[in-house]
């Protein structure tokens, strides 16, 4: 059996790579920067000449997203990938639920409690529908 912080650093692996094939696929040149504790995940060469980047946060089940080391909220050239697989990790044949959602558009997502932050995902279901596989809005 797998220990939890090995799973849980698998699904961080697991959810940044898995971003940037879909980017790769959809023909967006993407880099993966390197680290442990980094705010900037992919950076992204826009076919205009300009940039942005990416924050990753995947889980493995329905959860919400630990949001405790997220710092940028107000640039709209920053984006927060927000990846679940659904309880369904282990199987490579499903594809993980995917919201796009700009970093100056978060805030109304997160939920502070008493010793943590979250993206909060019922939140996110419920008033998130223009930001599920909005991949486009990268390209631009």
Same mark, same amino acid.
């Given at each position: 059996?797998?220990?939890? /912080?090995?799973?849980?650093?698998?699904?961080?692996?697991?959810?940044?790579?898995?971003?940037?094939?879909?980017?790769?696929?959809?023909?967006?040149?993407?880099?993966?920067?390197?680290?442990?504790?980094?705010?900037?995940?992919?950076?992204?060469?826009?076919? /205009?000449?300009?940039?942005?980047?990416?924050?990753?946060?995947?889980?493995?089940?329905p959860?919400?997203?630990?949001?405790?080391? &997220?710092? &940028?909220?107000?640039?709209?050239?920053?984006?927060?990938?927000?990846?679940?697989?659904?309880?369904?990790? /282990?199987?490579?044949?499903?594809?993980?639920s995917?919201? &796009? &959602?700009?970093?100056?558009?978060?805030?109304?997502f997160?939920?502070?409690?008493?010793?943590?932050?979250?993206?909060?995902?019922?939140?996110?279901?419920?008033?998130?529908?223009?930001?599920?596989?909005?991949?486009?809005?990268?390209?631009?």
């Open positions: 059996m797998m220990k939890k /912080s090995r799973l849980s650093y698998n699904t961080n692996l697991a959810s940044e790579f898995w971003v940037l094939s879909a980017l790769y696929r959809l023909g967006v040149e993407a880099q993966l920067t390197l680290g442990n504790k980094k705010s900037v995940d992919i950076r992204i060469l826009r076919e /205009s000449g300009g940039s942005c980047t990416i924050d990753v946060k995947g889980v493995a089940g959860y919400d997203w630990p949001a405790d080391n &997220i710092k &940028i909220l107000d640039k709209p050239t920053h984006f927060y990938i927000l990846l679940s697989f659904e309880g369904k990790i /282990s199987d490579p044949l499903v594809s993980p995917v919201w &796009i &959602i700009p970093s100056d558009k978060l805030t109304p997160l939920k502070q409690f008493k010793t943590r932050k979250d993206v909060y995902r019922a939140l996110v279901k419920k008033d998130g529908d223009k930001f599920k596989n909005a991949w486009g809005q990268l390209k631009d």
